[in-house]
């Protein structure tokens, strides 16, 4: 994860403010945090050690201008090769894939006379 131990300010959908450092951040967003210092609307700052925050609940996250995205932004993670290479020619997960599958059946049924 690039950002870990960046120190940021999150602002939350409920107006919630949280600033503090990152320690890991999960594809669906979800935020751990320590040296948590967090502001409720209309309420005095909390200090905490450390937080959780669900990603649903992010609005958005104010990064520090000393990071430097340019060189952040580049996906420098290896390409998946042969696996998945081999799952997207049979159609990847359920279907029939690209050759049919099992069968084609035969159709609605044959009808009555």
Do not use: W
């Not at 503090?20 to 209309?42: D, L, Y």
């Amino acid at each position: 994860m690039k950002c870990q131990n960046e120190t940021v300010t999150v602002e939350l959908k409920n107006g919630t403010i949280v600033h503090g450092t990152i320690t890991s951040v999960s594809p669906q967003m979800n935020t751990a945090m320590r040296n948590v210092r967090m502001t409720v609307t209309g309420q005095e700052p909390l200090s905490l050690d450390s937080m959780n925050i669900r990603g649903s609940t992010i609005r958005y996250f104010l990064l520090p201008d000393s990071l430097p995205l340019d060189t952040l932004l580049i996906d420098d993670a290896p390409k998946p090769k042969n696996k998945a290479r081999k799952e997207a020619d049979r159609g990847g997960r359920g279907g029939r894939g690209g050759r049919g599958g099992r069968g084609r059946g035969r159709g609605r049924g044959r009808g009555r006379m």
